[in-house]
Nanobody, 127 residues
Framework: QVQLVEFGGGSVQAGGSLRLSCAAS????????MGWFRQAPGKEREFVAA????????YYTDYVKGRSTISRDNAKNTVYLKMDSLKPEDTAVYYC????????????????????WGQGTQVTVSS
C-alpha cells in the first residue's frame, strides 16, 4: 500500500501561483510513476501532469503546458506541481496518484492505470 497526502491547495486570484505537494509513504517512492489529476464540479476527473520514476520524462495536458511544472524529490518521497498564471478554469480538486512500474521512463495519462490516490486538495481561482 502507498499512502498519498496532498498539501498546498487554497484560494488565489487569477494570475497567481500555487505549489501543490504530495507526500507518499508505505512503499519505495522511486518505484512509482507520479501523476496529478483534477476534478472540477460537475466534470469528470482529468489528467494534469505526470512524470517518470526518475523524473526525466514528463507529460502535461495541453491546457496547463507552459504554466505548470511537475517535479519530484525521491529522497523526500514527495511530488510537486507548481502552477503559474492560474485561471478560474483551473478551479478543481487536485489529486495525486501513484502507478507502480518496473520501467524507469514510463509515464501515463490514463487514470485507470494508477494504483493509489490521495484524498485531494481544493484549488480555487477567483477572477
Amino acid at each position: 500500500q502507498v499512502q498519498l497526502v496532498e498539501f498546498g491547495g487554497g484560494s488565489v486570484q487569477a494570475g497567481g501561483s500555487l505549489r501543490l505537494s504530495c507526500a507518499a509513504s508505505g512503499r519505495t517512492f522511486s518505484n512509482y510513476v507520479m501523476g496529478w489529476f483534477r476534478q472540477a464540479p460537475g466534470k469528470e476527473r482529468e489528467f494534469v501532469a505526470a512524470l517518470s520514476r526518475n523524473g526525466v520524462i514528463t507529460y502535461y495536458t495541453d491546457y496547463v503546458k507552459g504554466r505548470s511544472t511537475i517535479s519530484r524529490d525521491n529522497a523526500k518521497n514527495t511530488v510537486y506541481l507548481k502552477m503559474d498564471s492560474l485561471k478560474p478554469e483551473d478551479t478543481a480538486v487536485y489529486y495525486c496518484a501513484a502507478l507502480g512500474t518496473s520501467s524507469t521512463y514510463y509515464v501515463s495519462r490514463r487514470a485507470s492505470e494508477y494504483d493509489y490516490w490521495g484524498q485531494g486538495t481544493q484549488v480555487t481561482v477567483s477572477s
